[in-house]
């Protein structure tokens, strides 16, 4: 069994909407071998792995997975793969449970799908689970290879991989603390994200977002951190107020510890000025020798060492959470019980044996370790790892009660005295902490430290919740939605609104619609777009940014109130979307474009990718009612309405929806040219004429009114008012500035020139449309291209489409080849052009990008019409700006007061609507604006 590929699947994909990883897996001779043929494999994986007998696989019931084993010949390998990389998380600690396996096309292989809470550990996880299953087949049916190599190779020895993998989830996973605040958040729908390998966790998006460290908040003050983490001051600020604590001195040498010892009198207790966890801490010492020995193990962990006075008791952690007292957990130190049989070693054995316990954190319980302090308690008490414990002796091997050390919890906190109650909160607000671990020492919890004594020996900043949350006596405690609801108090909001745009075109210039409008509206918006993060109109990352890490970038920055988010198709067959769920998600078309690719062949499947984003929109799916493809993902969406957009106003299905009282944005003719009209609740309301909205070109570039129709209605779902949707339209354009590569028209010339970055045949057709429909004294030009990616029907279909549109054009490659001969494409545009009966002289093949661009513009004449449909676009943009025509092809000389060759500002009226021809000067200021954004990208 090869693997051929991996993918981790970060939010929501093709496969669940929660996170997966894919692998896909060559099975090879194993697709003739299911489990129950290959001689003695299930019953070597039972051995191995006999918690999969837990596994109810399709049968619904525990044992299920076993039975899929054996019946009916078995099962596939792969099939056995994902169920082992499920179970081998569940034993690193991991609540993973869902897996799926799935033929990938060709005969043999498969891809395996399976959930993961952390990335890296699914990964590893996977990669155990493959090694596991290639070691139980017998050598003939191994990976080629394997068989004569194994004899050089270490022997392969599973436990020691689990426990090796169990360590390694134990560094990556998020501690126990973290992940009961990540549970409560998910309670809540609060979304979260994790920002580093540790355990700092953004709950909440943009301008509402909240952090923890651990069990540190966002919200807890530094300089409580600070006085808690020293123990001496937390010591004495307790003590001013009259709260019970024991007497302590601060030394820095084993002879000054000895001498404070004797002052405290004895017994006393050393630790660490400012360790956690109990490291170092050594308790009840009596004399000078065991005082000098715990000095030094408290200077492994501070420079400063604290000597405090002894108090009798036992040790109880009180959690506190924003004033109010949470949880008690009772504390007892790591163990053993004599039974008069077995030695200290083998009680130990018997201990960790329990299922509860494992390494570090991976279990409620930890196992006990009989280290250094585990050796001088025995050496206190006479003992020996090979003494025999007496039946009911307890000897301690632990002088602390953290878990994280062996020890084990009993709650009390239904028991715990209000004296004790009141103590513990009013410590946490002495120190100023919002959560605040009290450790309080004390005979009896349940009785008022006033009366049987008792007193504070610390107060910890980030008190760790497994205690509380799975303690081993007593009954769990919620610890960790207080903390959420003290950082979002019910009604608060955690989300800022989401609006995902995706499409095979048109996405771009959507998505900018939108975020123009939502500005405009007042919002502070977040933008990833294809040519980067715009964060408030100011971009602060260049490049592609469609995928699921830009999108992560907009909803971490505190900033930002609002999100509007391009999809691409790469993004989500590459990694899924970088978010969970959206508020209003839209899907603008299906059309060829990267088929062949990634898996993906057919339009159809192309949808069911574009599909995601509606199937995870919670408050409105919009959907383009004039393609079916579109339209059928209706009966996919669990929003809470359907918005259709629609050109066609006779569209009946759109006719029935409003007749319900649905939501549509529909194209109409009226007396004036055709008008943007919404439809909401049996409402009718007239939004702009298009030939208003500067981006359509006086209402000629139907793509761009489509692009206005979906921005308005998406902008209209999230509350914008209709005033506030017609003033954002009227001012957007599609200048360079504005929308790089999309439409961008230049005027300055004595010809007329449109850049475009179209790459696939629906893209050419809408622009070849836009092109017939604009006025032409002269000819039409193109330089048309395409990426090397696509599919040769798509390359030649976008010929098909320009023959029909254009009188000359020059046929390039782009830069990128994407794995085509240097003037495959070309010729091959120029060979279908020749098939169509488009005349050969007015074909100029010119492979590279700038000449093709250069020859373009110099032989445009005045009244010309040049489309470039262009792939490097700022360096495309740059070569229009600057061409230089003729002196006798010049455009007529500006006006007194304009820079020579600048734009001419056209005069506008002040106050009242803009009049046509402010529409026009804002579209002049606008290419200014994009000449000049031009310049700085050069400079």
Avoid at 562 to 584: I, K, P, S
Avoid at 641 to 662: E, F, K, S, W
Avoid at 767 to 777: G, R
Wanted: hydrophobic share 40%.
């Amino acid at each position: 069994m090869e693997l051929l590929e991996r993918r981790v699947y970060r939010g929501p994909s093709l496969y669940a909407h929660f996170p997966v990883v894919r692998l896909t897996v060559d099975l090879g001779v194993l697709e003739a071998w299911p489990s129950a043929k290959i001689p003695g494999f299930n019953q070597g994986l039972l051995a191995a792995l006999p918690t999969l007998r837990a596994h109810t696989c399709s049968f619904g019931t525990e044992g299920g997975f076993v039975r899929r084993l054996s019946e009916d010949g078995g099962t596939w390998l792969g099939h056995v793969l994902e169920h082992v990389a499920i179970e081998l998380q569940q034993l690193t600690g991991a609540n993973v449970v869902f897996g799926k396996t799935r033929g990938e096309g060709t005969p043999g292989r498969y891809h395996v799908v399976y959930e993961y809470e952390e990335e890296r550990v699914a990964e590893a996880a996977g990669d155990l689970a493959l090694k596991l299953l290639h070691h139980l087949l017998p050598p003939e049916l191994r990976p080629q290879g394997r068989g004569d190599a194994e004899a050089d190779e270490p022997a392969f020895d599973f436990a020691k991989e689990l426990v090796e993998l169990i360590a390694f989830a134990q560094r990556r996973q998020l501690g126990p603390s973290t992940s009961a605040l990540v549970r409560a958040a998910e309670a809540r729908d609060i979304p979260w994200m994790r920002l580093n390998d540790y355990s700092l966790v953004q709950f909440g998006h943009g301008k509402y977002q909240k952090r923890i460290q651990a069990t540190v908040t966002s919200e807890t003050r530094h300089i409580a951190v600070s006085i808690a983490s020293d123990k001496e001051e937390t010591n004495r600020i307790l003590g001013d107020l009259g709260l019970p604590v024991p007497r302590q001195e601060l030394v820095r040498s084993a002879d000054g510890a000895v001498r404070a010892a004797a002052r405290l009198r004895y017994p006393v207790v050393v630790k660490p000025l400012d360790a956690n966890h109990g490291r170092g801490v050594s308790l009840d010492l009596r004399n000078e020798a065991a005082v000098r020995v715990a000095f030094e193990k408290a200077r492994e962990h501070a420079r400063s060492v604290v000597v405090e006075s002894f108090l009798s008791g036992f040790d109880h952690r009180m959690l506190v959470v924003d004033g109010e007292l949470i949880a008690v957990a009772k504390r007892v130190p790591g163990h053993v019980v004599g039974d008069g049989d077995h030695s200290i070693a083998e009680l130990v054995e018997i201990v960790n044996a329990d299922p509860r316990r494992g390494i570090g954190h991976e279990k409620v319980l930890t196992r006990i370790e009989l280290d250094a302090q585990a050796e001088r308690l025995m050496e206190a008490k006479g003992f020996t790892r090979d003494t025999v414990l007496p039946a009911g002796e307890v000897c301690f091997l632990r002088g602390t009660g953290n878990l994280s050390t062996g020890g084990t919890a009993i709650d009390l906190t239904d028991v715990v005295h209000p004296d004790n109650r009141e103590m513990a909160i009013r410590a946490a607000k002495a120190i100023g902490l919002d959560v605040c671990g009290v450790d309080f020492i004390t005979p009896d919890v349940s009785q008022s430290y006033r009366e049987v004594g008792g007193g504070i020996c610390e107060v910890n900043a980030a008190p760790g919740f497994r205690m509380h949350v799975a303690p081993t006596e007593g009954k769990s405690r919620d610890v960790a939605g207080p903390v959420m609801d003290m950082l979002f108090p019910p009604g608060a909001p955690a989300r800022i609104p989401i609006a995902a745009v995706t499409g095979t075109n048109c996405k771009t210039t959507t998505a900018r619609m939108l975020a123009h409008i939502q500005k405009m509206n007042g919002h502070t918006v977040g933008l990833a777009t294809t040519d980067g993060v715009y964060i408030d109109g100011e971009r602060t990352v260049a490049g592609d940014m469609t995928g699921p890490r830009s999108a992560q970038m907009v909803l971490r920055d505190p900033s930002v109130d609002l999100a509007v988010l391009e999809t691409a198709r790469g993004g989500l067959l590459r990694a899924g979307m970088g978010y969970r769920t959206c508020n209003v998600g839209a899907v603008l078309n299906v059309t060829a474009d990267h088929l062949d690719s990634k898996g993906v062949t057919t339009l159809e499947q192309l949808a069911e990718v574009k599909r995601i984003i509606v199937e995870v929109a919670r408050d409105c799916a919009v959907l383009n009612a004039d393609d079916r493809l579109c339209l059928r993902m209706a009966d996919h969406t669990s929003a809470g309405r359907i918005a259709y957009v629609t050109m066609n106003p006779r569209h009946d299905l759109v006719r029935q929806h409003l007749r319900a009282g649905g939501l549509a944005v529909v194209l109409e003719e009226g007396i004036n040219g055709q008008m943007i009209t919404l439809y909401d609740k049996g409402a009718h309301l007239p939004l702009l004429w298009t030939h208003l909205i500067p981006a359509t070109i006086e209402g000629k570039a139907m793509h761009n009114v489509q692009n206005a129709m979906f921005a308005a209605v998406m902008a209209y779902a999230m509350g914008v008012k209709v005033e506030n949707i017609r003033q954002g339209l009227r001012t957007f354009d599609t200048s360079y500035f504005q929308v790089p590569g999309r439409t961008n028209v230049f005027d300055h010339l004595p010809f007329k020139v449109i850049l475009d970055y179209a790459h696939n045949p629906a893209a050419v057709q809408v622009m070849a449309d836009l092109a017939q429909k604009l006025e032409c004294s002269g000819r039409r030009i193109c330089v048309l291209s395409a990426p090397g990616d696509r599919r040769d029907e798509d390359i030649r279909a976008m010929a098909r489409v320009a023959s029909k549109a254009f009188d000359h054009l020059i046929v390039r490659r782009d830069d990128d080849l994407r794995g085509r001969g240097s003037e495959e494409v070309p010729l091959m545009l120029q060979a279908e052009l020749v098939a169509q009966g488009f005349p050969r002289e007015s074909i100029q093949v010119i492979p590279d990008e700038q000449a093709a661009i250069d020859a373009a513009l110099a032989a445009s004449k005045r009244g010309d019409l040049l489309v470039i449909f262009a792939d490097m676009i700022s360096r495309s943009w740059k070569q229009v700006i600057y061409f230089k025509p003729e002196p006798r092809e010049r455009s007529t000389p500006p006006p007194v007061g304009a820079a020579p060759g600048g734009p001419v500002v056209e005069p506008t009226r002040l106050g009242g609507e803009p009049s046509g021809d402010l529409i026009e000067g804002a579209q002049v200021i606008a290419d200014e604006r994009g000449v000049r954004l031009a310049r700085e990208q050069e400079d």
